[in-house]
């Protein structure tokens, strides 16, 4: 097996070889789509099944609303409309037929033309609230709370595997209120949710922040989002809640009878997560040997490897190691036992490390005579001689350590990479030197937040969530400031 | 809440009522799309999460391919492409513009047209195939068992809520193999599996046959399926697993060395269940009344209404109502307590029977003297006075009995449907005025098939697996036949 590429020879190439390699998922032949592997779907799933357990502890239900959407519909709701026209997927015709010319070939029949073209949804505000508005009538039927998991299309330009991709799957919650109040409470709920299952499911710590308006959702009033640091520098958004106002109510004409029995419109919000989190997972935790996976996601979280020569040997061994995994798989930790003899010790503890597994135990002759096995850590690449007595015990408190010490490496490259800058010099240098979060002044307003972006390709990830109030000078302008924001280049 | 339609009076606008009435699903502004809301949606997780555990338990894992088919690939395999082509979505072009007639209205720009339209997929053997190709090489890349859950476009012109819908939730299994006997295998394991979650989860009894050719699956050298029969005597089919041979591995050139050093196509099967389970399911089971749910999908299991009159009733009601609550949810059941008191319990009664509660139980101030509920039992209408001690034990009991009996109620009807008929007048007949599965011979041409659906709707559904063998004479052309086959209408 090749040797992956070094993050620091070429992070880049890094990144996408990892991918492949560890059999998460690869490019397919249409363009920007992605093949989503076995193995990286099942860690998608665990991630999803996560999500939905706290979606649904947090009251909201899932639904499913149609993949497309008429463009009428996508006009309704101008900055929606702008937002997403310029990339996205339209059917225009419903049938194919043969080619006269060659009827092996298929050619689109035009006859069978749409009288209105429909948009393969990039985002389902617009179906959704088309829905909604015969949902809702009175102050009774809200507040709405569904979630609903689906495939997306984005025409992008530039894609890469998980990070940018034209079709994504994602989850969309999509909420309706009857007040401004319980909209923008709902939003950050959702907020903490996301940062609460980033940082105690996945271990990627996240700042909680605000967008600045050039940054929002196309139709928000105000979007949170969380963002993550990776180990290039570069920040990754890795979910976003938007308080929509009455935007889509407005566009679609949604009303109801409130208390008092005036008619109003209904407030809403959206939130959403999708694939992408497994590149920020990729790129939060992993090395040059491969993926680390937190023992949350990992769809195996312990391989036993035996070390053995002949037939016999590998018997004896098996005996214990299938004891050891019984008790282990009693505890509810997925364990694989790889006694394939047509790979070498060698080459499977490489490979067990390309996949992130974070425990591997091997057992020996040696072990056998002396009732111990070898565990090695993935995270730290640690290993240590265990004995075989209560080793189920031994592991299950190890899998709850390396998922703290995942988080808290993290957790420390976070903190060792958060810059304060007062000045744009300073600014440019530490982004060009060291990259990470920069927290400096801004003056508040579009134009030099897009002068920094033009200049430097940093962006204002966010305004944090209860950030300290600091008087300060912005970086260009010089005008007062009151706060820090955090710029950084991003995915 | 108006009543609805009966089945005796109009079958269909009964079915069409009850699936919006009772909240599952409702036609969307997309012509032929759905909304799946979130009391269908609920159903269809738990069918979904039951059917991806038994997927997982026979070796198969999860994966996620393109929603989008290259033009060129879906020409690849000429059965496939006949069978799907005069009915897809087709994707032209990659974006929107503002029209320079009305900046307020949004045009496709003509400038952002594909070089190759895109096909959302109608089903994925066509870019699944084409992926497999760069990973099999060896037979010990083999086999292949992976599964998609995935949502798939089929332009249907008349369309049905959960029947027939343009967009359609389903999973596809796709599986590639080193032998004809392993594929033949797999295709025959999928069928049992589902057959066996249709019965014994869904309470809904099949027929497990073969299909004629006439009507295979586009690309298959052989469909299996299973059938069903819904109450106004028509059949559903619920089911299908292919074993597609090596049509798809020669269509994309997927090649592997086998054992013996020498190279051949690899072999397929695919097998696929969708939301059309949620048509058989309401068909098979419900009442003039409502939703009738087998214990094991039924969002909420057990309903507790009080019967009240006035706060301090209702508060001495609420203490026992939540003890059984606690008990009942202890045993994993899931228990709604309806203490609104907005709604009469008449009302409620109403309600959950149109929900199709499985279990209700009263409770009033008479009970709490006594120290007994009242339960009524949705699938037969029966209601009965049980003592309060130990009512966890009686309800646990109590939902498998009822599981039991929808089952039985539904085998009961079946076996009243099906009918043998020795001539063709008689077919006619009972097929007229009765329905149902007609067992007949036939001579085992196309011809007399078709002539039979063109003169009477009816199909043949399946030749049954292990089918009796028996001398007789074919309905249409008085030819010998050995057997019987199943004809019905269908939907």
Redesign the interface.
Known sequence: MAKLTSRAEDYSKWYNELVVKADLA?N???RG??????YG??IW?KMRDEMDKRFKETGH???????????S???AE?QN?EGF?????????????SDPDNP???I?DPDAKLEE????RPTSEA?IW??YKSWIQSYRDLPIL?NQW??V?R?EMRTRLFLRTA?F?WQEGHTAHSTKEEAIEETEKMLEVYADFAENFMAIPVIKGIKTPSERFAGADETYCIEALMQDGKALQAGTSHFLGQNFAKAFDVKFTNKEGKIEHAWATSWGTSTRLMGALIMTHSDDLGLVLPPTLAPIQVVIVPIFKGEEQLNQISEVAREIQRKLIAKGISVKYDDDDQNKPGWKFAEYELKGVPVRIALGARDLENKTVEVARRDNLTKSVQPLENIDLYIEELLKTIQKDIFQKALDFRASHITKVDSYEEFKKVLEEKGGFIAAHWDGTAEEEEQIKNETKATIRCIPLNNAQENGISLISGKPSKQRVIFAKSY
Do not use: D
């Open positions: 690869e397919s032949g249409v789509c992605m093949v989503i592997k076995p779907y099942a799933e239900q899932n639904a499913y609303f149609p993949i497309f959407i008429p463009k519909y996508f006009e101008e409309a026209a310029k990339e996205c997927a339209v059917v225009t015709h419903y049938r194919l037929k092996k070939k298929l689109v073209e429909l948009i393969v179906i088309n829905t569904i689906a495939n299309v025409w079709e799957l």
